[in-house]
């Protein structure tokens, strides 16, 4: 039966357990490369404020300390990511298709390594507290194509292979898994949603999904694998189905 790689959907980055463990190091030298800028900026705000006779500013301007030591801790990890994952692909570019489920295979060896790379940024982009920095600027910056004028901030999006149009509205909790799991088989395919698509809350989007322009899902329904959802009609259902 087909499920999601992680059912635990907390993460649009999840890692086979066989493979975490080996390229550990890789994710701690992504974390280490990513707060240096933090030291260097920490240091020079030491070396600006903390001295006789203006202590008291040091502590007022603390705060925006804070919040611009946050955000550049996630502006570097989102960095080092991108080139680290840039010369991943050009080693093996990322493609789609249906691949052995084994650390062998180089299409799910890759599609693992990936994860690795893109795991620290995501995660501590989760914390922002403004939650569209996450899809709509650090997804698009891994190469997912999110257009204008959506809304899709409390969903759940795989972080490649997925393009969605303008004027989309992802309902809360809803998914868009372009990953998955059918046994020993690794499936990876793109999902493309369309122009004014309405997606209600605690959808599922399965690997493959099309959904043309001007078409709505109703909560709570799932679509199947590669499944097209004709444009200008209502889905729903488990799997979805034309209403």
């Known amino acids: ?87 991943v692909k050009l080693i093996y570019p990322p493609k789609e298709g249906n691949f052995n489920r084994n650390i062998k295979d180089k299409d799910y060896f890759y599609w693992n390594l990936r994860n690795v790379v893109k795991k620290w940024p995501l995660f501590i982009i989760a914390s922002n ?11 698009r910056f891994f190469g997912v194509k999110i257009g ?32 998955g799991i059918e046994q020993d088989k690794f499936i990876l395919n793109r999902i493309v949603v369309e122009d004014n698509v309405l997606i209600g809350a605690k959808c599922v989007l399965l690997p493959g999904t099309h959904i043309k322009h001007n078409t709505k899902l109703s909560a709570h329904s799932y679509t199947n694998f590669n499944e097209v959802l004709e444009e200008n009609s209502v889905y729903m259902g488990h799997p979805a189905k034309l209403k």
Not at 28 to 56: A, D, H, M, N, Q
Not at 129 to 139: E, G, S
Request: net charge positive; aromatic share 18%.
């Open 148 to 179: 204008k004028n959506g809304i899709h901030d409390n969903s759940w999006i795989s972080s490649e292979f997925v393009s969605i149009g303008k004027n989309v509205i992802i309902g809360m909790n809803s998914t868009l898994l372009s990953f």
């Open 1 to 87: 039966m087909f499920q999601p790689a992680s059912l635990k959907g907390d993460s649009p980055t999840p890692i086979d357990e066989r493979f975490r463990n080996k390229y550990l190091i890789l994710y701690f030298i992504i974390i280490i490369l990513s707060v240096i800028p933090c030291v260097i900026f920490e240091y020079g705000y030491l070396g600006i404020f903390w001295r006789k006779g203006i202590y008291l500013l040091f502590f007022l301007l603390l705060p925006l300390n804070i919040i611009l030591i946050i955000y550049l801790l996630q502006f570097s990890a989102i960095l080092i990511s991108f080139l680290f994952l840039t010369v």
């Open 129 to 139: 507290p403004f939650p569209w920095f996450k899809n709509r600027f650090t997804l």
